[in-house]
């Protein structure tokens, strides 16, 4: 593999992700949600910051950016619909585009819900998805701006990546994720193993993220909104997939 990927733990539960490309050189930061633990992982690696991608504008993923566009003058790409709230941006991207990264290509996904602005990037050669708060491991973002709608078609456009996709998400809440799944799906197998593996791997301090797209599919009950198993666990046999996600995303926040 050419192109590698680096989970950075920063703040108290929040991860950033590097992506380094052998063969260009360059050396791409998903999110920045402060400056200190990336300089000293790009520091560690003797990798030149050159790129950084925003996926949304809140505080926990931008706040890190002017201290590292300072230091190493990288390249900033973020949402066109979202510039007048994200740092100053070198390129301003929309849902739909193809970045040219050193001649890497990074697919923009529109990921709204969270945010209204909130952008997922995807890149085939790494077959990685950086998605903020949108798709997260065993979860989905909040709805603060968005509608659930919104977050469905985000969760269903992430869902049709290749199986194998790592799902390079921005917060380390996997436990309490799990604990909420297992209220929704009870007698999901699959679930419970990674409910226990979930759990052990907190004990030792091991990051649960990234995630295999394929074992999302099979656990995470947001993306699962749609089964018709769900909507029978939940007690909706025959309501649409939209009012199924609403009701668990709804669940969950009272959880
Ligand atoms: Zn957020
Ligand atoms: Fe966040």
Same mark, same amino acid.
């Given at each position: 593999?050419?192109? !590698?990927?680096?989970?950075?733990?920063?703040? #108290?539960?929040?991860?950033?992700? =590097?992506?380094? $490309?052998?063969?260009?050189?360059?050396?791409?930061?998903?999110?920045?949600? !402060?400056?200190?633990?990336?300089?000293?992982? =790009?520091?560690?690696?003797?990798?030149?910051?050159?790129?950084?991608?925003?996926?949304?504008?809140?505080?926990?993923?931008?706040?890190?950016?002017?201290?590292? %566009?300072?230091?190493?003058?990288?390249? %900033?790409?973020?949402?066109?619909?979202?510039?007048?709230?994200?740092?100053?941006?070198?390129?301003?991207?929309?849902?739909?585009?193809?970045? $040219?990264?050193?001649?890497? !290509?990074?697919?923009?996904?529109?990921?709204?819900?969270?945010?209204?602005?909130?952008?997922?990037?995807?890149?085939?050669?790494?077959?990685?998805?950086?998605?903020?708060? /949108?798709?997260?491991?065993?979860?989905?973002?909040?709805?603060?701006?968005?509608?659930? +709608?919104?977050?469905? +078609?985000?969760? /269903?456009?992430? #869902?049709?990546?290749?199986?194998?996709?790592?799902?390079? /998400?921005?917060?380390?809440?996997?436990?309490?994720?799990?604990?909420? #799944?297992?209220?929704?799906?009870?007698?999901?197998?699959?679930?419970?193993?990674?409910?226990?593996?979930?759990?052990?791997?907190?004990?030792?301090?091991?990051?649960? %993220?990234?995630?295999?797209?394929?074992?999302?599919? +099979?656990?995470?009950?947001?993306?699962?909104?749609? =089964?018709?198993?769900?909507?029978?666990? %939940?007690?909706?046999?025959? +309501?649409?997939?939209?009012?199924?996600?609403?009701?668990?995303?709804?669940?969950?926040?009272?959880?």
């Amino acid at each position: 593999m050419t192109l !590698e990927i680096e989970t950075v733990p920063c703040l #108290a539960d929040n991860y950033a992700f =590097l992506l380094h $490309d052998r063969k260009s050189g360059a050396t791409a930061l998903f999110d920045a949600p !402060e400056a200190w633990p990336i300089q000293r992982e =790009l520091e560690r690696r003797n990798w030149q910051l050159t790129h950084i991608f925003i996926t949304h504008h809140h505080g926990d993923h931008i706040d890190g950016v002017a201290e590292l %566009v300072a230091a190493y003058h990288p390249e %900033v790409i973020g949402a066109a619909r979202d510039a007048h709230r994200l740092p100053p941006l070198d390129t301003a991207v929309e849902p739909g585009d193809t970045y $040219d990264m050193w001649g890497r !290509e990074v697919q923009v996904f529109d990921a709204a819900g969270h945010t209204t602005g909130h952008v997922a990037y995807y890149v085939p050669k790494a077959g990685a998805v950086f998605t903020g708060d /949108s798709l997260m491991a065993l979860g989905c973002g909040r709805l603060f701006e968005g509608t659930a +709608a919104q977050m469905w +078609a985000t969760l /269903s456009r992430l #869902a049709a990546l290749p199986d194998d996709t790592l799902v390079c /998400s921005g917060h380390e809440y996997t436990a309490a994720n799990a604990r909420f #799944a297992r209220t929704i799906e009870p007698d999901n197998a699959a679930l419970a193993e990674r409910a226990r593996r979930t759990e052990q791997a907190r004990a030792i301090g091991t990051p649960n %993220v990234p995630s295999a797209l394929a074992e999302e599919k +099979a656990t995470n009950p947001f993306l699962r909104a749609g =089964l018709d198993e769900v909507k029978r666990a %939940v007690g909706m046999d025959g +309501a649409s997939d939209v009012e199924v996600f609403a009701h668990i995303r709804a669940a969950k926040d009272r959880f």
